[in-house]
C-alpha cells in the first residue's frame, strides 16, 4: 500500500479558508484514487470528497458541496483539500484516504489512511 501523512491542519475562523496537503509515499501515487474524510466528536467517520487517479473526476459530500475543492498534483504525489467558507460544523479530524485504481466511495473501499490532522472553527 501507500503510506500517507496530512498537513495543514488548524485553527479558522467561521468564514475563512485552510488547505490541506497529502503526501504519499511507497507505491506509485498516479495509481490510487484519493480522498478525505472527516470525524467529529462523537460522530462516525463520514466522506468529504474523493478524486480519481488521473484528476478528471471529483465527487463531494452535500455538506461541503460548493465550498470545499479537492485537487492532486502527481508529479509531487500530494493530494488536497481547499476548505473555505468553513463553518463550525466542519471541525473534526480530517483523515487522507487512498485506493489502488478504483475511485473511493465511502471509508469501507479504502485501503490506506492517514493519521489524520485537527480542522477547528471557531464563530
Known amino acids: 500500500q501507500v503510506q500517507l501523512v496530512e498537513s495543514g491542519g488548524g485553527l479558522a475562523q467561521a468564514g475563512g479558508s485552510l488547505r490541506l496537503s497529502c503526501a504519499a509515499s511507497g507505491r506509485t501515487f498516479s495509481d490510487y484514487a484519493m480522498g478525505w474524510f472527516r470525524q467529529a466528536p462523537g460522530k462516525e467517520r463520514e466522506f468529504v470528497a474523493a478524486?480519481?487517479?488521473?484528476?478528471?473526476?471529483?465527487t463531494y459530500a452535500d455538506s461541503v458541496k460548493g465550498r470545499f475543492t479537492i485537487s492532486r498534483d502527481n508529479a509531487k504525489n500530494t493530494v488536497y483539500l481547499q476548505m473555505n467558507s468553513l463553518n463550525v460544523e466542519d471541525t473534526a479530524v480530517y483523515y487522507c484516504?487512498?485506493?489502488?485504481?478504483?475511485?473511493?466511495?465511502?471509508?469501507?473501499?479504502?485501503?490506506?489512511w492517514g493519521q489524520g490532522t485537527q480542522i477547528t472553527v471557531s464563530s
Open positions: 484516504a487512498a485506493r489502488f485504481r478504483v475511485m473511493v466511495g465511502d471509508g469501507r473501499a479504502v485501503g490506506s
Open positions: 478524486i480519481s487517479r488521473s484528476g478528471d473526476r471529483t
